[in-house]
């Protein structure tokens, strides 16, 4: 996905209005199985299947240490999730999938990848302190593309873990040298490129609250 400057920054504008927003709507993630398998119901047969693997996926990590969690989890949807271009799976050029969204259709771009590890690995048990989504520029046959991964952080300042659908292996952020951060933020808070923390300029609501809205519905 490719993003100019300019829709770079109304995004980051908006993000922020939008981790005011989240702290009213969600608290800790807890998953509500019976809620996530109602809304997978409605999606039909293959997404009640999903969610299924996913629950059990779920309890399975829950067990497991962090890394094994993270190494569990970014297998898991790299596996059953397909790369496709927004455009293509939504007829928008841009659209922030739900987990269930993304395994009803079984494809999603960059964001759908990080948003369904994000809340997945929070319902297993990894705080949400330690997880942050990650706009960066990624050098990808030479060119230098707009794009999302997940970052977790064993510490506060520690070098984070890199989840990204581009490679399959979970990777330090200093084996990473293609990825270049631009901005993250989590249901917590935004962070700036250096990781210094950013004020709440903004007064517009964002695709990150809609995210955050249909992942409570759906049980999250």
Same mark, same amino acid.
């Given at each position: 996905?490719?993003?100019?400057?300019?829709?770079?920054?109304?995004?980051?504008?908006?993000?922020?209005?939008?981790?005011?927003?989240?702290?009213?709507?969600?608290?800790?993630?807890?998953?509500?199985?019976?809620?996530?398998?109602?809304?997978?119901?409605?999606?039909? &047969?293959?997404?009640?299947?999903?969610?299924?693997?996913?629950?059990?996926?779920?309890?399975?990590?829950?067990?497991?240490?962090?890394?094994?969690?993270?190494?569990?989890?970014?297998?898991?949807?790299?596996?059953?999730?397909?790369?496709?271009?927004?455009?293509?799976?939504?007829?928008?050029?841009?659209?922030?999938?739900? &987990?269930?969204?993304?395994?009803?259709?079984?494809?999603?771009?960059?964001?759908?990848?990080?948003?369904?590890?994000?809340?997945?690995?929070?319902?297993?048990?990894?705080?949400?302190?330690?997880?942050?989504?990650?706009?960066?520029?990624?050098?990808?046959?030479?060119?230098?593309?707009?794009?999302?991964?997940?970052?977790?952080?064993?510490?506060?300042?520690?070098? +984070?873990?890199?989840?990204? /659908?581009?490679?399959?292996?979970?990777? &330090?952020?200093?084996?990473?040298?293609?990825?270049?951060?631009?901005?993250?933020?989590?249901?917590?808070?935004?962070? /700036?490129?250096?990781?210094? &923390?950013?004020? /709440? +300029?903004?007064?517009?609501?964002?695709?990150?609250?809609?995210?955050?809205?249909?992942?409570?519905?759906?049980?999250?």
């Amino acid at each position: 996905m490719a993003f100019s400057q300019r829709s770079s920054f109304r995004l980051l504008r908006t993000l922020a209005f939008a981790l005011a927003l989240a702290s009213a709507c969600m608290g800790a993630p807890a998953l509500d199985s019976a809620r996530f398998l109602e809304s997978a119901e409605k999606r039909g &047969p293959h997404t009640v299947a999903e969610a299924r693997a996913v629950l059990k996926l779920i309890e399975r990590a829950s067990t497991q240490d962090e890394l094994v969690r993270l190494i569990l989890v970014n297998d898991f949807f790299d596996q059953h999730i397909r790369y496709a271009e927004d455009i293509d799976v939504w007829g928008v050029l841009d659209y922030w999938a739900s &987990p269930l969204e993304a395994l009803q259709k079984g494809a999603g771009d960059c964001e759908d990848y990080a948003i369904a590890k994000y809340f997945t690995l929070a319902s297993a048990g990894v705080p949400i302190a330690k997880l942050r989504m990650v706009y960066v520029r990624a050098m990808v046959d030479g060119k230098s593309l707009a794009h999302m991964v997940l970052a977790y952080y064993a510490q506060p300042g520690a070098e +984070p873990l890199i989840l990204d /659908n581009l490679i399959t292996e979970v990777k &330090p952020a200093s084996q990473r040298p293609d990825l270049t951060p631009q901005f993250s933020f989590n249901s917590e808070g935004l962070w /700036n490129g250096q990781g210094a &923390p950013w004020g /709440n +300029p903004a007064s517009r609501i964002s695709q990150w609250r809609d995210v955050l809205m249909k992942v409570k519905d759906e049980g999250f």
